[in-house]
T-cell receptor, first 115, second 114 residues
Framework: DADVTQTPRNRITKTGKRIMLECSQT?????MYWYRQDPGLGLQLIYY???????NKGEISDGYSVSRQAQAKFSLSLESAIPNQTALYFC??????????????FGDGTRLSIL | ELKVEQNPLFLSMQEGKNYTIYCNYS?????LYWYRQDPGKSLESLFV?????AVKQEGRLMASLDTKARLSTLHITAAVHDLSATYFC??????????????FGQGTILTVHP
């Protein structure tokens, strides 16, 4: 089983719909992240959470919200989806106890298309 | 605001040749990561560079970090087709206990052909 699991893997929806992307991890890491990937732009940080009660906005948080339901679960919501939110979304985790010696670990991504 | 720029963005190489990908960043940091992404796949960690002068090697890839120049390089030696992928550098731009917030470069799409 994957250490960082994202659901769904693919989603097609319509403008104005509410969408939730889910991320769960079995690595025991305290830190979780949501990124968006667009061609030619690399990955951009949407939100990050350093523990269950610590949630922070990233570079491009407008139009998104998150919920850290437990240490192992971090959900990303699009309250009213718009076409320019069509992208590949990644969840990642890291462990504060390991410090910066360890890289972030990424899920397999969710491909989201908004028509 | 931290900016991370990679060049080139597209690299077409012949098998057996050498080349270098550059990663420049705009503010002080001594933590830099290289990742590989195959088409339609997740990101795989390649190297973690944590100090000035750090050099890491794995197979045909070697990464280095010069924090004074704010520059990291990823050198490819005798390229093979299996190295075809997109390569990202990412810089940790927070200090103290807040490290872990990464800014990514745009990615370099590497294609190795016969």
């Amino acid at each position: 089983d994957a250490d960082v699991t994202q659901t769904p893997r693919n989603r097609i929806t319509k403008t104005g719909k509410r969408i939730m992307l889910e991320c769960s991890q079995t690595k025991g890491h305290d830190r979780m992240y949501w990124y968006r990937q667009d061609p030619g732009l690399g990955l951009q940080l949407i939100y990050y959470s350093f523990d269950v009660k610590d949630i922070n906005k990233g570079e491009i948080s407008d139009g998104y919200s998150v919920s850290r339901q437990a240490q192992a679960k971090f959900s990303l919501s699009l309250e009213s989806a718009i076409p320019n939110q069509t992208a590949l979304y990644f969840c990642a985790t890291s462990d504060r106890r390991m410090g910066s010696n360890q890289p972030q670990h990424f899920g397999d991504g969710t491909r989201l298309s908004i028509l | 605001e931290l900016k991370v720029e990679q060049n080139p963005l597209f690299l077409s190489m012949q098998e057996g040749k050498n080349y270098t990908i550059y990663c420049n960043y705009s503010t002080t940091s001594d933590r830099l990561y290289w990742y590989r992404q195959d088409p339609g796949k997740s990101l795989e960690s390649l190297f973690v560079l944590l100090s000035n002068g750090a050099v890491k090697q794995e197979g045909r890839l070697m990464a280095s970090l010069d924090t004074k120049a704010r520059l990291s390089t990823l050198h490819i030696t005798a390229a093979v087709h299996d190295l075809s992928a997109t390569y990202f550098c990412a810089v940790d731009n927070a200090g103290g206990t807040s490290y872990g917030k990464l800014t990514f470069g745009q990615g370099t799409i590497l294609t190795v052909h016969p």
